[in-house]
Structures are given as structure tokens and as C-alpha cells.
T-cell receptor, first 112, second 117 residues
Framework: AQSVTQLGSHVSVSEGALVLLRCNYS??????LFWYVQYPNQGLQLLLK??????LVKGINGFEAEFKKSETSFHLTKPSAHMSDAAEYFC??????????FGQGTELSVKP | DGGITQSPKYLFRKEGQNVTLSCEQN?????MYWYRQDPGQGLRLIYY???????QKGDIAEGYSVSREKKESFPLTVTSAQKNPTAFYLC????????????????FGPGTRLTVL
């Protein structure tokens, strides 16, 4: 079975500071992992995905994530936060049949 | 432009009424999904369909029904049996839902916000 835990339902950073959103997964098979972003009252947009090709994955809007098998983690980072990064972020692991199992989400606030 | 459309964006329902949420995609995707989103609970899978004329229950299917008569369309009906239907509903699709599809990302529509009056 697969599951995802996102540590911290709310993260607040200052503009220009490092963004770190934490995601730990559990999977009985080699995992495929995803990060999505959701702006208020909108659908989800894919930021990046890990499909075993490389452990450091670069995505859109300057985000990247590193797959660490020993730590069962897939944390999302961005070196310098922008006001436009304020949104909710979801980590997900792929289950059987292409289903996605989502974490609870982390709301990112960016202070000026 | 290819994508997923959901309508309406906002929907109000009276107690005891059935309502149908529309989801259409022109991405030529085989698999389609319906999720329910509540604050602080992430996304929960209601139903999914890996191919036309076939669909399976997700984690919270009670009080919902779907059909998949066309590849492009996957409407969701919220029935009066659903006791707490007020939520944000998201439709998604992906290229394949079968065993080879685990690495395929899902593409999401803009969502429908349903409110029970």
C-alpha cells in the first residue's frame, strides 16, 4: 500500500527566503512521486515528478525536489520565495492503476 | 487548446436533490478521475475510469454515481444519499490508468464548488 505524509499544514516564509516543504512516503513498490500546486479556487498544476530517472528533479517556477530512498522523502525546495508562490502544495505517490494518493497539503504563505 | 473543462464552476443544491457535475477532456486520455477536496483533508478519490464503459469505486464512492459512455466525458452525479456534499470537486485525466500508467501524471480541471443550501 502507498501513503504520503506532509509535515506541516502551514508554512510561512519571507520573500527571498528558502522554501522547504516536507513530504515522506510509504510504498510497497518503487515509488513514482509528484508535487502539485493549487492556487485558490483552482485545479491542481503539476510542479514536478520523480520517475526513477534522476534523484534530483527540477520543475517549473524554480522548484526542485530530491528523492531520498533511505529517508523515504521527497522534499520540495526553492532557493528564493516570491509572493506569487503563495498557494497550497500537495505531494502524491502513484498507486495501482495510475491512481494518486495525496498528502494532506501544505499551505505556503509568503511575507513581504 | 487541449485541456479539461468542468462545469458549472459554482453549484447550489437543495436538500434531497440530485445534481450532476460535468467533466470533459480533449486530451485523448484513457483514464479519468473524480476527487473531493475538503479543507485540511487533501484530495480523496470518489470514482475512476480506466477505459470507456468501465469505472471503479474509489475511497469515498457512497452517495455518488458516474458514467463513462464517451472517452471525452466523465460526469459525476451527487445523489441525495450523500449526506454532506458541500465540497470542492476536481476532475482529472491521464494517458493510461493501467499498470503501465503509474508514472503518468494527472491533469486537473478547474473544479466545481458545490454548496448545499
Amino acid at each position: 500500500a502507498q501513503s504520503v505524509t506532509q509535515l506541516g499544514s502551514h508554512v510561512s516564509v519571507s520573500e527571498g527566503a528558502l522554501v522547504l516543504l516536507r513530504c515522506n512516503y510509504s510504498s510497497s513498490v518503487p515509488p513514482y512521486l509528484f508535487w502539485y500546486v493549487q492556487y485558490p479556487n483552482q485545479g491542481l498544476q503539476l510542479l514536478l515528478k520523480y520517475t526513477s530517472a534522476a534523484t534530483l528533479v527540477k520543475g517549473i517556477n524554480g522548484f526542485e525536489a530530491e528523492f531520498k530512498k533511505s529517508e523515504t522523502s521527497f522534499h520540495l525546495t526553492k532557493p528564493s520565495a516570491h509572493m506569487s508562490d503563495a498557494a497550497e502544495y500537495f505531494c502524491a505517490v502513484s498507486g495501482w492503476g495510475g491512481k494518486l494518493i495525496f498528502g494532506q497539503g501544505t499551505e505556503l504563505s509568503v511575507k513581504p | 487548446d487541449g485541456g479539461i473543462t468542468q462545469s458549472p464552476k459554482y453549484l447550489f443544491r437543495k436538500e434531497g436533490q440530485n445534481v450532476t457535475l460535468s467533466c470533459e477532456q480533449n486530451l485523448n486520455h484513457d483514464a479519468m478521475y473524480w476527487y473531493r477536496q475538503d479543507p485540511g483533508q487533501g484530495l480523496r478519490l470518489i470514482y475512476y475510469s480506466q477505459i470507456v464503459n468501465d469505472f471503479q469505486k474509489g475511497d469515498i464512492a457512497e452517495g455518488y454515481s458516474v458514467s463513462r459512455e464517451k472517452k471525452e466525458s466523465f460526469p459525476l452525479t451527487v445523489t441525495s444519499a450523500q449526506k454532506n456534499p458541500t465540497a470542492f470537486y476536481l476532475c482529472a485525466s491521464s494517458t493510461s490508468g493501467m499498470t503501465s500508467g503509474r508514472s503518468n501524471e494527472q491533469f486537473f480541471g478547474p473544479g466545481t464548488r458545490l454548496t448545499v443550501l
